[in-house]
């Protein structure tokens, strides 16, 4: 490692230049100060009222806990991570405590790769809850061993990062005066390390983000597949609805008919209507629907969507008329069910979003130490504001929940109402 001290400049010397770097270095950072200083007060209060709310307040589910678990990865951030990275930014110049550089940037790693992690497991359950055929759904044992098995896994796999991390000896624009930075340590500046780390977190990124666009492709198709379904049978149940109120009006002004002829006229009306709202049915993938009349009531078979080249069919059982609050029952469930996997999809989406800049700055900075080094200004600003990106993370989960859960959103209210009384 290059010393501090040279011939020509004496210690007392070489700190006090360092000190005017680090005030011209402080000034540039004053956007990325005011950013994570207010990730500090949004996502420490944010992530205390989700502990609180979803451990306390809520019946415990699988994407609950998981949420919980997000909460947990969070918090820490919030008050360990952030506040670590302040003070990197005023000692950008003269940080010279590898070990601690270390382990900050060892349990950052496993924060956000554990994050991301829990997010795949979420979209997961959901698939699970919506598109499984089997019928099989994540349980609350399964979802407790899961994320300790991601925690363990995100421990083993951030390994890496702390350990080609340290003390990184940076040039100043004056000869044999050097600073020190929490950065790629010096052992591992000229070797492939890096940019080889940078490159997995990028692959396990990827391979993360495509299995939660195609979990939530997959749902999307299937919950628009049951709104087609629905408006589907809401047309046939009309249509059945103007013929019964028909053949009411045809018998009772039909003059010189028996009632023999009016039903057999009326029912061959409804098989016709029948027949034609089964072929549209079946265009989308909808059998063993069949619509009749009994004792002047109208049922309809419940219906199940196979596989036209199914073996095996599931047997159907009747659903009456007289049912018609559990149905509008399923569908207020079917509406909370749609707004809960809007809701993990924006966490998911931001995520994604927020952790793209930072990947791409850090692949940049490993690939191009020295066009790293020469940024200055605003540049460096921009810089520094976005390369820690990844934080939005930690203070915008929840936000989210406050807006698309209503259940959180009522209960935080009366947690504020009892502590302003």
């Keep these: 490692m290059i010393g501090n001290i040279s011939k020509n400049y004496t210690p007392e010397e070489i700190k006090e230049y360092l000190s005017v770097l680090q005030h011209e270095s402080t000034l540039a950072f004053i956007p990325a100060l005011i950013y994570l200083s207010l990730l500090i007060v949004v996502g420490s209060i944010g992530n205390c009222f989700v502990l609180g709310v979803y451990w306390t307040k809520m019946p415990r589910t699988p994407l609950r806990l998981y949420i919980i678990v997000m909460a947990i990865y969070d918090l820490p951030t919030n008050l360990l991570v952030i506040p670590g990275d302040i003070y990197d930014t005023f000692y950008v110049w003269d940080f010279d405590m590898p070990v601690v550089c270390k382990l900050r940037r060892y349990f950052n790693a496993v924060c956000v790769m554990s994050s991301i992690f829990v997010l795949v497991a979420i979209a997961t359950t959901r698939y699970k809850m919506v598109c499984s055929s089997l019928g099989r759904q994540v349980t609350i044992t399964q979802a407790k061993v899961s994320s300790i098995v991601m925690l363990v896994v995100g421990l083993v796999l951030s390994i890496p990062y702390s350990v080609i991390h340290g003390s990184q000896t940076i040039l100043t624009p004056v000869p044999g005066i050097y600073g ?69 009006l045809d018998s009772s002004s039909a003059i010189g008919s028996t009632d023999g002829q009016i039903q057999s006229t009326n029912l061959g009306s409804l098989q016709y209507r029948q027949q034609m709202a089964s072929k549209r049915l079946r265009k989308k993938g909808v059998y063993n629907i069949e619509l009749y009349y009994c004792n002047n009531r109208k049922e309809v078979k419940d219906f199940g969507i196979e596989k036209k080249n199914s073996l095996f069919k599931k047997p159907t059982k009747k659903v009456s008329l007289v049912e018609e609050t559990n149905l509008n029952r399923t569908t207020k469930r079917r509406s909370i069910f749609g707004r809960t996997s809007w809701m993990m999809i924006t966490v998911s989406l931001v995520f994604i979003i927020a952790l793209i800049p930072f990947l791409g700055l850090n692949f940049y900075k490993t690939a191009a130490p020295e066009s790293y080094a020469s940024l200055k200004g605003i540049s460096l600003a921009l810089y520094q504001l976005f390369s820690r990106s990844y934080l939005l993370n930690s203070a915008v989960n929840p936000i989210v929940y406050s807006l698309l859960d209503r259940k959180f959103r009522k209960e935080c209210f009366k947690l504020l109402t009892c502590y302003t009384k």
């Design 180 to 248: 020190h930075f929490c950065q790629v340590d010096d052992f591992y500046v000229t070797t492939k390390w890096p940019l080889l780390n940078s490159a997995f977190f990028i692959l396990i990124f990827i391979t993360c983000c495509s299995s939660m666009i195609v979990f939530y492709i997959c749902i999307g198709y299937k919950t628009w597949k049951h709104r087609q379904i629905r408006k589907e049978l809401k047309i046939v149940g009309k249509t059945s609805r103007f013929e019964e109120s028909d053949s009411v």
